[in-house]
């Protein structure tokens, strides 16, 4: 982990997260009986999306949506740079804040109530992710992910099950997976349209699909980190686990906001809490 | 040639049996997703405008409306007869006709219903004239990032 792997994220995560996207994107098509869209869909979809007209409500929404990219792309590098944990999920929190502002900007029901949906999504999964790194903290006493990732000690999911678990629960929300899609949907139709990406055309709307695709790989490579030292079992485990948010995104209907935000507390309070009181009291 | 067109689908005053085989077309048995489209329900960001039955004094804004809020390029197309012509509601005291009555449409489909075919078709032929429209529009030979 230094500026290798640093160089290789801000060039290949694009590349990677577009082709899970594609792959997502045809196993779901099996999984519901059809054929399915050629693995490179994504791709084929982002150039043609930069081929349209960016129609705008107000000029500063594309404005906010440099920034979404900008920062994803900026706490994507701290992570795979192996800097401080800390840093990243906050910066991950900032970048987020822009695409809802981007939103809010667009000024339609759709979009503002895709924004609203999204700040209830945060708040359901943020309690966990401060959770997550304050369990990695106890188990491996330091926030520097690079000391992490290459010091030898046991695995840390060894000490963190139940930390685990929940960021898993949480890591629904943050792929945009039914039961918890709320605030938008990779699917076709959604009760309030597009939600959040209503008001974005073409080149606006290419940016944010690039963006998802950076965040994906760094929510992976934060699954992983579980399993350090031991990175490529990481890697492995945290592939398997987005076909597994495949297959509950397919069984899944979406779920009212009251229960993503309730559940995902209760699963905080439990898991997360639950382990981190263990740890403290026999760690 | 472009390989991801996105459609809006509105139901002017059809009977439903357009719709219902606009519909057939992205099931199990026709898939059309295998030709990269979806169905998406947001004019912004649609590149194929896809109208079933005629057009009457109701929904003459709303076509017009659709049509405004969709970027460049984007192709119209007019599916089952009555988007066509008006069909058999051609005669009836609210109705205007097909949707070229208000907007510039670029295909017709014929049949009533129009076959899931026949649909398939018209989009493969809509996917030609889009990328002619984004010729003229950007001046640039082949799609490029
Ligand atoms: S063309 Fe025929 S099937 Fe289609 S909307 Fe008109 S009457 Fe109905």
Redo the contacts between chains.
Sequence with gaps: MDTLTLILYVAFAPLLGGLLAGVD?RIT?RM???????IL?PF?????L??????VVRRSQTVYIIFFLAFMVFTGGIFYAGEDLLLVIFSLMLANTFLVLAAYKGSSPYSAIGAERELLQIMAYEPMVLFYVVGIYMASKTFYIETIATTQHPMLIRFLPGIFLGFLYVLTIKLRKSPFDLSTSHH???EI??GI??????PS?GLIEITHWYENVLLLGMVSLFFAPNLWLGAGVALAIYLLEIFIDNACARARWQFTVFSSWVVAAVLGFGNILALTLFG | M???PWIIHYDGSSCNGCDIEVLAAL??MY?V????V?????P??A?IFLITGSVNEQNKAVIKNIYD?M???KVVMAVGICACTGGIFRECYNVLGGPDKVIPVDLYVPGCAARPESIIDGVVKALELWEGK?RK??GRES???
């Design positions: 994107r098509a519901q009986g059809r054929f399915g869209p050629p869909q084929y979809d982002v150039v043609k930069f081929n349209k007209e960016n129609l076709g139709h959604q349209v597009k990406t209503t008001e974005f055309t073409g709307l | 472009q390989k991801s099931t199990p898939d997703e295998r030709f990269g979806i169905n998406t329900g947001n912004k960001h590149d809020q970027p460049n390029p984004r529009r950007t799609i490029q990032t």
